[in-house]
């Protein structure tokens, strides 16, 4: 039974994130906010559903593409920092971003105005251009997955989890499975399962009609229904639906959501290019430019007509609503939130291409030009009287030089659209930006400079990169954005001594590093658990994302102490001392200890550490007293002045006992004597 948000909340996943509550909920997955115990910061948690988490082929499928996401570094992405299987649980660690997504902003605030929308739409594109170029594809763009901060930042979500599920998941072997919400997804995809860059142009030219008409090009009853329209119906222009929508701007959601493959822009870049370029024209206050709509729209020339004609062939076979259910059932696609189907290729075997026509693409203007076969002259039959010579008259000469100017015309204007009011890019990579700027205005071109990025081959304030780039076409007195180098991109590594593990993580994140291992030592004066150090030292020079090592204190190295109870008393303060400890003795009379040997110690056993005291008691030896000379005293004084010094008496009776009660003998009979000996008196 699937787990609930209820059961999920509280819960800590690997001991380091703890989940709270559900901000989010989708075919996949569930999203919480959680807090990373470790480093004691908020995060996103997605939570896979329980169905795609038990398949051992998804959790490969979703650990790769994870960490293929999580390499993606750009500012326009929801950064990845973790994945992992608690048990079970399979789970994404992502960035929270505070805000809205774009759904929220589309049901607030649309239709909005082109400029507005547009520049969302190009925000998408820088994040979708910088996955295009590292091969990624997103496949699964739409509203839900961009978000807006609420500094109006846009960040685009989810990189690589439709790749992710494959057919095995929806247990079938028919290939891979595609996921998309079907408002969204190419025809390409509904057709054949195919996906490349020009799915993700697409589903951003539907998110752009979105955001212009509050409204999805494409609605029905059912997602089959949706689905099917994808396939066979082009997305209607914006200004059919809302008012106040250029001419050009119809033409650039024409161009990006094309149903033929080969008219849309290749990817992510080429589109943000155009929608550049319209974003400008609207900002310039333009309302109708024949020149940018006619570079845009996404038209078939007839050579044979000489005018334009809105292309005819379907980028897949022909496929009629009774069909597409069963395409789509057998590509196992989901009707609900999101459709999910595995490619079994086209429908049929049917050819959809103009019989007799012959396509030439011309790639710059993404038009296809359309020659007609010759036409064969009609046969002579036999006996037939052959064609009547023709009167000479005046109007041939007319008619041909009429046709001539005509021809002139004609390849004046397709001179003057395709090649004329364009310019080749000057080459300004490697140049400052004066120079580059030079260079440019000598060409009739502005100059815009974008955000600098980091470069490990151009020096810092020259050039990486131009768009369009060197030699490309541009319109013009048209503008080209340059970015500037701002050199080989290094962080120090940040003096983590004294600090926890969990402060040096953070702060090797916050200086755009990573954490690499922990190596552990014993060190007198570093408390157990601060670091030492790092490895690299600190100051060392490392590129973005270089894993640095903390080296971190065990405490003060433990010694053992040895029991030197009755040793000398001046080898065990050496042996002592030479172990690190600090000796403290004292000395006391003993009975049983010889003097100068180690009476007690404490600590008398166990560990200790370096500069620890050992407090050791020397003996004195026994406590010596002076006997008392009692011969000829009385046996009661004599016994009294004996115990009085200390001494124990025994009373013995000598050979010549009368019973007088008199000493006549002792011993010892002078000197000293241990206190609390024995001296033996002899009465008479």
């Not at 390499?71 to 950064?79: K, T």
């Amino acid at each position: 039974m699937e787990r609930t948000a209820q059961s999920l909340t509280g819960r800590v996943l690997d001991g380091r994130y703890r989940l709270e509550e559900q901000i989010a909920r989708g075919g996949m997955a569930t999203v919480h906010r959680a807090t990373d115990l470790r480093l004691d910061r908020t995060v996103a948690v997605k939570v896979m559903h329980d169905g795609l988490a038990h398949d051992d082929d998804f959790v490969r499928r979703f650990q790769r593409e994870a960490r293929a996401a999580a390499r993606l570094s750009h500012p326009g992405v929801v950064a990845v920092f973790d994945t992992g299987d608690d048990d079970g649980t399979l789970y994404l660690v992502m960035e929270l971003v505070g805000g809205r997504t774009l759904r929220q902003l589309i049901r607030e605030e649309a239709p909005l105005r082109p400029v507005r929308a547009l520049r969302l739409v190009e925000s998408v594109l820088e994040a979708l251009a910088a996955a295009h170029a590292a091969g990624i594809v997103h496949r699964d763009v739409k509203p839900e997955n961009v978000l807006v901060t609420e500094e109006g930042r846009v960040k685009v979500a989810d990189f690589g989890l439709s790749r992710a599920v494959s057919a095995d998941t929806q247990h079938t072997a028919t290939g891979e499975v595609l996921i998309g919400t079907v408002s969204y997804l190419s025809p390409e995809l509904v057709v054949d399962g195919r996906a490349d860059a020009r799915a993700d142009v697409y589903a951003t030219g539907v998110v752009l009609f979105e955001l212009l008409t509050a409204s999805k090009p494409h609605q029905a009853d059912s997602p089959i229904q949706v689905a099917y329209k994808h396939v066979h119906e082009d997305v209607p222009a914006p200004s059919s639906r809302v008012d106040g929508v250029p001419d050009y701007v119809d033409a650039l959601v024409a161009r990006a959501t094309a149903r033929t493959t080969e008219l849309r822009p290749a990817d992510a870049r080429v589109l943000l290019h155009q929608v550049r370029q319209v974003r400008l024209a609207l900002e310039q206050g333009v309302t109708h430019d024949s020149e940018l709509t006619a570079d845009l729209t996404p038209l078939l020339l007839s050579a044979r007509t000489g005018s334009d004609r809105e292309p005819t062939p379907d980028p897949a076979p022909d496929v009629t609503t009774d069909e597409l259910p069963e395409i789509l059932e057998a590509r196992e696609v989901v009707q609900q939130h999101e459709l999910v189907g595995a490619g079994v290729g086209t429908a049929s075997g049917r050819s959809h291409e103009p019989t007799g026509e012959v396509y030439d693409q011309e790639r710059d203007r993404g038009a296809t030009v359309v020659a007609a076969p010759p036409v064969p002259p009609p046969a002579t039959r036999p006996g037939t009287p052959g064609p009547a010579r023709p009167r000479r008259s005046r109007r041939g000469p007319v008619a041909l030089l009429l046709v001539l100017l005509l021809a002139a015309g004609a390849g004046v204007a397709g001179w003057w659209f395709g090649v004329a009011r364009y310019t080749d890019t000057p080459a300004v990579l490697g140049m400052t930006q004066a120079a580059a700027e030079q260079r440019l205005d000598a060409a009739g071109l502005s100059l815009d400079v974008g955000d600098p990025a980091y470069s490990e081959t151009v020096e810092r304030g020259l050039v990486i990169s131009s768009d369009p780039a060197p030699g490309d076409r541009v319109l013009d007195a048209g503008t080209v954005d340059v970015v500037l180098s701002l050199g080989p991109e290094r962080y120090d590594v940040p003096d983590l001594a004294g600090s926890s593990v969990d402060d040096a993580q953070q702060a090797l994140l916050d200086t755009n590093l990573t954490y690499g291992g922990s190596t552990e030592r014993f060190h007198e004066e570093v408390p157990e658990g601060e670091v030492i150090t790092t490895d690299p030292r600190p100051g060392t020079e490392l590129k973005r994302d270089a894993a640095v090592d903390l080296v971190v204190s065990r405490g003060p190295e433990p010694i053992e102490i040895p029991d030197l109870t009755g040793r000398d008393a001046d080898r065990a303060a050496q042996a002592l001392g030479e172990r690190g400890f600090e000796v403290d003795t004292s000395e006391e009379h003993s009975d049983s200890v010889a003097e100068g040997r180690v009476i007690s110690q404490s600590p008398d056993s166990g560990t200790g550490v370096r500069g620890d005291t050992v407090e050791l008691v020397v003996s004195l030896g026994p406590v010596m007293v002076d006997v008392p000379r009692v011969i000829g005293m009385g046996v009661d004084a004599a016994v009294a002045e004996l115990e009085a010094a200390g001494f124990q008496v025994e009373r013995q009776r000598s050979n010549v006992y009368i019973g007088v009660q008199y000493v006549v003998s002792q011993s010892p009979s002078g000197g000293s004597a241990r206190k609390g000996s024995t001296v033996t008196i002899g009465i008479v």
